[in-house]
């Protein structure tokens, strides 16, 4: 009796184990159709919801992780500038952000380098 109850949980295991995806690009696969709006980018229009979204639950205030506070306009230039904001994102510095975890939507990471190629515009 023991071995078939150690059996059936074993093959149960192996079963529930088979059926977890953790691949984003298989589970979400991209829309060949779908476009990556690079016209315009200014920080309140498409920065800062990126921003929001995917870093200031660290970095923001005056214990930001890092002591890049990355909650204003302002912050989020000087990282740009001084602290290589863009090679963070983009999985090309040693400090990938965000930190273990997966790197942001390419358009994204496009909206941010442009933004940044761009000056900076509000």
Known sequence: MKKYIFGFLVSGTFFFSGCYYDVESELYPKDPNQT???????????????????????????????????DSYQGVKDATISRNLYGAISHTSSKPMPQDGNK???????????WIDSGHPQ
């Open 36 to 70: 990556c709006d690079t016209l315009n980018i200014g920080y309140q229009a498409r920065i800062e919801p990126i921003v929001k979204n995917n870093c200031v639950t660290c970095h923001s205030g005056s214990g930001a992780s890092g002591n890049v506070s990355l």
């Open 104 to 114: 942001l939507p390419d358009c994204d990471i496009i909206a941010i380098k442009k």
